[in-house]
T-cell receptor, first 111, second 111 residues
């Protein structure tokens, strides 16, 4: 039973560029959440997708957008990258109110 | 916004018990969670407790919740070197889909 899978594992981008991160939820899960974890910090909620709609959004600018596909997989897009966007991006999946299960994350470095 | 606080470091000897503490501000918290993060990895769900419970035991793990004081603790019995990691406390408020995390407690186990 595959858990939450994320790709790529590492990514290096230049300021001003755009990036797309991908996530496949755990089998049987229908809800995907994205979190940003800066070095030495706890994860911060970006948004959650359910039934292909953004259901709740955290305190992140519009440069952060997402999508959920009919097969429940999801993408996180970040436009106009800033140095401060360098972080570990974590995807988590769940089924209704069940606890979140996290993937291993994508490490994004912006230079 | 709501806040979750944890002490940053804890050091224990192998075989001793570890107690990691957490306080939170959200009086509407419904679920509280403990996650473990090893270097270079995502978050692993350890255990969680519903807010109308005051204790939950799961093998070596014991969670205590004092809802009046908004205090949560995780006790690890017979701590092993493999327990060395960062432990995150997180809470979920009523009507919200996001988890609010603390900054994590780094547990070091001395052989």
């Amino acid at each position: 039973d595959a858990g939450v899978t994320q790709s790529p594992t590492h990514l290096i981008k230049t300021r001003g560029q755009q990036v797309t991160l991908r996530c496949s939820p755990k089998s049987g899960h229908d809800t995907v959440s994205w979190y940003q974890q800066a070095l030495g910090q706890g994860p911060q909620f970006i948004f959650q997708y359910y039934e292909e709609e953004e259901r709740q959004r955290g305190n992140f600018p519009d440069r952060f957008s997402g999508h959920q596909f009919p097969n429940y997989s999801s993408e996180l897009n970040v436009n106009a990258l800033l140095l401060g966007d360098s972080a570990l991006y974590l995807c988590a999946s769940s089924l209704r109110n069940s606890p979140l299960h996290f993937g291993n994350g994508t490490r994004l470095t912006v230079t | 916004g709501e806040d979750v606080e944890q002490s940053l470091f804890l050091s224990v000897r192998e075989g001793d018990s570890s107690v990691i503490n957490c306080t939170y501000t959200d009086s509407s918290s419904t679920y509280l969670y403990w996650y473990k993060q090893e270097p270079g990895a995502g978050l692993q769900l350890l255990t969680y407790i519903f807010s109308n419970m005051d204790m939950k035991q799961d093998q070596r793990l014991t969670v205590l919740l004092n809802k009046k004081d908004k205090h949560l603790s995780l006790r690890i019995a017979d701590t092993q070197t493999g327990d060395s990691a960062i432990y995150f406390c997180a809470e979920k408020g009523a009507g919200s889909y996001q988890l609010t995390f603390g900054k994590g407690t780094k547990l070091s186990v001395i052989p």
